[in-house]
């Protein structure tokens, strides 16, 4: 299988971008970094590529609410070229920074519970409409007020559409993932949020335990309809290798001969557009749009 | 203030746009100030509301702003916006923060940026805190406000809804050459004249230069002044560090050795007509001396992996055949007694800077931070903030420059003394990668001047010569100026320009870079152009507003700037990525003249001229008088508590101890830091499955290289009273921190950071010479060589009362180190229940300074400071390293403060597992207490976990280095030592107790 492009979008303040092309690399696609500024210059390079990648960071200083400006930049000059790509199935990776970001620039939760699916004639091919969502989905301030980072147990709901998380198991204690934010609270309105959850776009939970941003149902991150667009708080590139985690050194050989598990989260994408799925994405999409029609 | 010179800034009508949480949604801030202000028994308030603030100046119409407000200022799910000032609370108060005119304001500077990108309108933008008290007084308002948020060395308070009526905007101003009569002025008046003027210049200096004029016949301009006394200052030149010292004994105690006899034995060390010892240049025949000496070549065994040392910003050491490693420790401690936040975030954002600017530039790794504050129940004088808040707000800083950095702080430590009231110390450290063919840049004549990054303010003014003054409890007012806050994308994105630019051809765009750091650009500038000298436009400088006289933009220290020199050929490509990355590139002018001078000009007008022979070189270089009088320094001993009457329990004891300050949990501060950003992180600060105290740091820079790096440090504050034993323990305490992670012992590099009391007193200047050598002496016995080093000389507060407290004098020793395979790093939690636990090196009851003195109610009476034996500690830190290679050590952790019960306790809680330990077997005199075997700070002593069947060939590794099996691991969860037990959950609750309440 020839190795397959993995977009990195970098811009001003965008610090995880190195890796998370490490990751993609370790999970065997040609990661390549592109500045913002050069994308909007020519949307179309976004169509070289088989999965897309929107790291963490601090994009443009986050200084008036995190994701705040890459977002409204992303809305105006990048919506339509994103759009399509994920039309087209390509999966597409928002870690931190990145979820910030894609929950204000109508990416996530994606078409089906967006406030304007109506007003697109398009979704019913599956397509994603030609607007981006208003925003349904927020990322607030930390209960704890500061910024944290540490390492949580995480869960993966059974029903999940989400193509970089359904199907793992997480049987050990020590498949975990690392977090570090101040703004990773999940906020939305108790309808959306119900339709996440039965749409199975709940990608991952923080352990019960473990919820310390304090995010409604515990939820870590969420996909688009499609489950090909996959935002979450954690930052599952920096566990690619087990000496990344916590406390390695206490686990015993047989445990860390097998894959950490933010390798195989990204291993699961990169074998999914390798594995020639995009057939059944479509299918995926017309199911979600019709039985979004039926509601 | 930062579009100042666009249009907009002709006065407008000015829209006041208010965000705040929807209905529904949390107010978090609101209510963790509730919180806090509760906690602290604070009167008034039934709730707290918190408001963001923004002042909107520009040609905008209600669709613009509705956009503004609705899509840019807030949230559309969980926030509302408001245009105007919302009602007071009827029954409470309204208290509104905002900074002052000048102060960097990176909110405002994004939405400037966003309004333009997303509008293309040019608007200016100011921003502020809304605070609503309901149920509280003004009065007591402006308390909460005072106490917890605003500070008014860079911000104004105002009681009500503030509405600015105009941004203040500068106004250009006529530029004339300003002269400085000198030629004719007495001793007093010289000594006058380098007060009033912040020169911070001594009698000898200012005769100097007065000399020099008198040469020339003409007298000095301000801007030829200033440049003298930033490039002549302690910060900028550690003259004191370099001078030669006279140095005499008048008592001695404590134990503490004698080194007269080195007079003539060392190189540079004299013997003085009456018995005194005369160093010459002290710096130079110490601390380098000792790197010197192991670089050097014809000897057998010379380190050949130390790459640049003491020349450029940082240190350097080879990592791998391709890669090398620097090193850079800063201290930034006056701006960090002023402005806590500010102060601790450019004093990392300056660290970084610094090894941006090492070689051909370094990538950033790791930050490491050490904090000396007084502790929170001290009594606080006119003048200092509380310690409550300088530790709260210096953990912030440094958190919010280093996180949005992306550079993982990932080691450091808080020592807590009350003599660190109105001076407390903020250490930042710094880790860069960069190709080892770049070690090395050359400035070339001919080349440009680029600066990259921030624009120039008057910010910052005077901070290099502010930090070779003394504070007093009227700097907050007379230095606001020095003080900054830093705008940590600006310097993101010009790091991502200057990596581009060095990696993008098969060249880096630039012969030589540097940070603009103390002093500005007449430091970065004049550094650089010190053996061919400069031509400066001045004029060219691009600036936050207009108004700052042509000195003003000299000496900024405004943050963010990188200096470069740049042949032309190369200017185009530079200004290209520099677009790209959005980062504001300016020529400032030509490297090189033909006479080596300074030239300074402003639109062609000359505003001063300097031989750089002179700048350099004219610094005099009195002798200084040491004395070392053992009897007044014990004063610097820690402050014992109170002796309280305990049960007399050792597992109370060790409790108590586990509970200190120094001890005690940080996990509040640390994880506030993100210690993993790059993905690098192998041994993180907290280790173990519940978080338990690690050694040291270790990351793995490279993502295809198991090779490591470690990072560490020493501190040994509590042996202040004598700092030659002090700094021989910091050393070794040091490299047992990176030995106990599977650190090489024989590729440990190390770095001094001296912050001492005024050294114009001859017995702070003995004792500085005592801890100098002891740099010598421990570099050489532990053969780690220093590769860099600063110092921080003027560390004491006078208060109202004329009462000056000095710090105890610190001494930081920082550490990094070459771990060959991270996979075979060792953490200090133990793993498996039937495992030994072997204690290594000897005990002794020199009890002097330590922890358990400090609880009070000590019974051992060995008062003598615990001293490094030279051969011993060098020895077992080699036989413990080579236990750790074996892998037959499954954790190994260090002795240090606190002593071995607490380090065994802290590998049980560590790992969830019980021990018993049997304090008859540690190696040690027979006739030593039980307290003292048990809580004794000796150095050089490890405690190593081992199976069993592999304790017989760790005794042979073990060789002629004193050690014993003191107790064993297993499943009780219980920790025994004789009669006495405690669970394990206990001792890692007394632990945990020291880090809440922050």
Known sequence: MKSLKALVITAPGINCDLELSQAFAAAGAKPESILLSRLIRNPTLVDQFALIGLPGGFSYGDDIAAGRIMAALMRREMYPAIAAAITRGTPMICPCNGFQIAVQAGLLPGPTTSTNLHSSTSSKSGAWPNLAAAPTVALSTNIGERFHDGWTCVEIPSNTKCIWTRGLSLKQDCDMLPSAHGEGRLMTDVKTLETLEKNGQIALRYAAKDNFNGSMNAVAGICDPSGLVFGLMPHPERFTRWTQHPWWTRLCAHTRSGDALGLSIFKQAVAFVGGGEQAQIQIANRESAHHNNTT | ?998
């Open chain 2, 1 to 998: 203030m930062s579009a100042s010179h666009s249009p907009a800034s002709r006065s407008q009508t000015i829209h006041r746009v208010e965000v705040r949480p929807g209905l529904g949604c949390v107010d978090v801030r609101g209510s963790s100030l509730l919180k806090r202000v509760i906690a602290d028994g604070g009167a008034g308030a039934r709730a707290i509301n918190y408001t963001q603030v923004y002042f909107l100046s520009g040609d905008l119409n209600q669709v613009d702003l509705d956009f503004i407000s609705r899509q840019l200022l807030a949230d559309p799910v969980t926030q509302v916006a408001f245009t105007g000032a919302s009602a007071i609370p009827n029954t409470g108060c309204t208290i509104e923060i905002h900074p002052l005119a000048g102060v960097t304001d990176p909110a405002a500077e994004s939405v400037e940026l966003a309004v333009e990108k997303l509008i293309g309108k040019v608007v200016r933008v100011q921003t502020g805190e809304r605070w609503d008290f309901h149920g509280a007084s003004v009065s007591e308002g402006l308390g909460v406000s005072a106490k917890y948020l605003a500070n008014t060395v860079v911000q104004a308070v105002h009681a009500a809804p503030y509405m600015p009526t105009q941004f203040p905007a500068g106004a250009a101003r006529v530029v004339e050459v300003k002269e400085i009569p000198l030629l004719k002025l007495n001793d007093d008046e010289l000594e006058k004249l380098s007060r009033q003027a912040h020169l911070f210049l001594d009698l000898q200096e200012m005769r100097a230069i007065q000399a020099y004029y008198r040469g020339l016949s003409r007298e000095p301009r301000e801007i030829e002044l200033e440049t003298l006394a930033q490039t002549w200052s302690e910060h900028c030149v550690h003259k004191t560090l370099k001078s030669r010292v006279s140095y005499r004994e008048k008592s001695l105690v404590m134990g503490s050795p004698s080194l007269l006899a080195r007079a003539g034995k060392i190189s540079g060390h004299s013997l003085g007509e009456v018995g005194e010892m005369v160093v010459d240049n002290l710096l130079k025949h110490t601390v380098a001396a000792a790197t010197h000496s192991l670089m050097d070549a014809t000897k057998p065994g010379s380190i050949d992996w130390c790459l640049s040392v003491f020349v450029d910003n940082a240190g350097v050491i080879a990592f791998d055949d391709t890669h090398a490693l620097c090193m850079k420790v800063e201290t930034h401690n006056h701006p960090s007694a002023i402005e806590p936040y500010g102060g601790a975030a450019t004093g990392i954002g300056g660290c970084i800077r610094d090894v941006m600017g090492t070689g051909l530039a370094a990538k950033p790794i790791a930050c490491t931070d050490v904090f000396c504050v007084a502790p929170p129940d001290v009594t606080v004088p006119k003048g200092c903030l509380p310690p409550t808040r300088v530790l709260r707000q210096v953990v912030a800083g440094v958190r919010d420059y280093g996180n949005r950095m992306g550079i993982p702080t990932v080691n450091g430590g808080v020592w807590f003394d009350p003599r660190y009231v109105g001076n407390p110390l903020v250490y930042c450290g710094v880790v860069g990668l960069l190709p080892r063919e770049l070690v090395r840049g050359v400035v070339r004549s001919g080349d440009r001047i680029i600066v990259l990054g921030g624009k120039t303010g008057r910010d910052g003014i005077h901070g290099a010569t502010f930090s070779s003054a003394e504070l007093t409890d009227s700097h907050a007012d007379e230095f606001s100026h020095a003080v900054q806050i830093g705008n940590p994308v600006t310097q993101k994105k010009t790091l991502d320009a200057i990596l581009a630019a060095r990696d993008s051809g098969n060249k880096p765009l630039f012969h030589a870079i540097t940070d603009c750091g103390a002093g500005g650009f007449s430091s970065a500038v004049g550094e650089m152009a010190k053996d061919i000298g400069a031509v400066v436009n001045l004029e060219l400088a691009p600036l936050k507003y207009q108004g700052l006289t042509p000195t003003e933009v000299w000496i900024s220290e405004a943050q963010e700037r990188m200096v470069l020199s740049v042949a032309v050929a190369n200017i185009a490509a530079l200004q290209k990525l520099c677009d790209d990355h959005g980062v504001t590139l300016c020529d400032l002018g030509e490297f090189g003249t033909p006479n080596k001078e300074l030239i300074l000009l402003w639109n062609d007008l000359e505003m001063g001229r300097l031989s750089m022979d002179f700048l350099d070189g004219g610094l005099p270089n009195p002798v200084r008088e040491a004395v070392w009088d053992g009897d007044w320094h014990a004063r610097y001993a820690p402050v014992a508590a109170p002796a309280q009457k305990r049960s007399g329990g050792m597992l109370e004891t060790l409790c108590a101890l586990l509970a200190h300050a120094n001890i005690g949990s940080k996990a509040w501060i640390i994880r506030q830091y993100d210690h993993e950003v790059q993905g690098t992180s192998v041994i993180k600060p907290l280790v173990g499955k519940f978080g338990a105290p690690g050694d040291a740091a270790v990351l793995q820079p490279l993502a295809d290289s198991t090779r490591g790096v470690s990072i560490a440090n020493g501190l040994a504050t509590g042996l202040a009273a004598d700092p030659y034993i002090m700094t021989l323990a910091a050393i070794d305490e040091c490299v047992r921190n990176l030995v106990c992670v599977g650190t090489d012992p024989t590729k440990i590099a190390i770095l001094d950071n001296f912050c001492w009391p005024s050294c114009k007193d001859p017995r702070h200047m003995g004792s500085l010479v005592r801890a100098s050598e002891a740099c010598l002496d421990g570099a050489l016995a532990y053969q780690t060589p220093f590769i860099s080093g600063k110092d921080s000389l003027n560390n004491q507060f006078t208060t109202e009362t004329g009462e000056t407290i000095h710090i105890p004098p610190t001494l930081l020793i920082s550490g990094l180190g070459i771990v060959a395979n991270v996979e075979r790093a060792v953490t200090m939690d133990a793993k498996m229940p039937g495992n030994m636990l072997v204690l290594v090196g000897f005990t002794d009851d020199r009890m002097g300074g330590s922890h358990r003195v400090v609880l009070g109610d000590c019974v051992n009476t060995n008062m003598q400071l615990p001293m490094v034996d030279l051969m011993t500690g060098p020895k077992t830190a080699r036989a413990v390293a080579a236990c750790i290679a074996s892998g037959h050590v499954t954790s190994a952790h260090d002795a240090s403060e606190g002593g071995v019960l607490l380090a065994a306790a802290e590998m049980a809680f560590g790992g969830d597992l019980g021990v018993e330990i049997d304090l008859g077997a540690v190696p040690c005199e027979n006739n030593i207490s039980l307290e003292a075997r048990a809580f004794s700070e000796t150095p050089s002593r490890y405690l190593l976990e081992v199976a069993p069947e592999n304790i017989a060939s760790i005794t042979t590794m073990l060789a002629g280095v004193a050690h014993a099996v003191i107790g064993k691991f297993n499943n009780s969860g219980l920790l025994v030592v004789g009669n006495e037990k405690i669970s394990i959950g206990a001792l890692r609750a007394a632990w945990e107790s020291a880090g809440v309440n922050w």
